[in-house]
């Protein structure tokens, strides 16, 4: 078997793997696998429940402070925090560096 047809057999079966996955959904996944997804998103949810909760005590909060706040990288406090204007909970003041958040009206 040459290297070009091994990657194009490679390439079929992760390709077939994932629409398996989507045709069967999470439901599909062993137990172990959806337990930590669950696990995951609750967590999740929590560490942006968390920045809700300053934001109702001070009024504002940036991505610093968030990153130190629940112990997430730079990315993944602008992740919550896209997901939670996306939410329409919070809206961004500001731009750049000089940007903070606020709840929503």
């Known amino acids: 078997m040459s290297l070009n047809s091994l990657l ?6 992760v390709v077939g793997g994932f629409l398996v996955w989507l045709a069967i959904g ?11 997804i669950g696990l995951q998103k609750r967590r999740k949810e929590k560490r942006k429940e968390k920045i809700l909760v300053v934001l109702r005590e ?9 990153q130190e706040l629940v112990g997430v990288s730079d990315a993944t406090a602008t992740r919550y925090l896209d997901e939670l204007e996306k939410e329409r909970k919070i809206v961004q003041k500001g731009v750049a560096k ?4 606020e709840l929503s009206d």
């Open 8 to 13: 194009i057999f490679l390439f079929g079966v």
């Open 26 to 36: 999470e439901s599909g996944l062993p137990r172990g696998l959806r337990e930590r």
């Open 58 to 66: 001070k009024g504002r909060i940036t991505n610093d402070e968030v």
């Open 98 to 101: 000089g940007s903070y958040y």
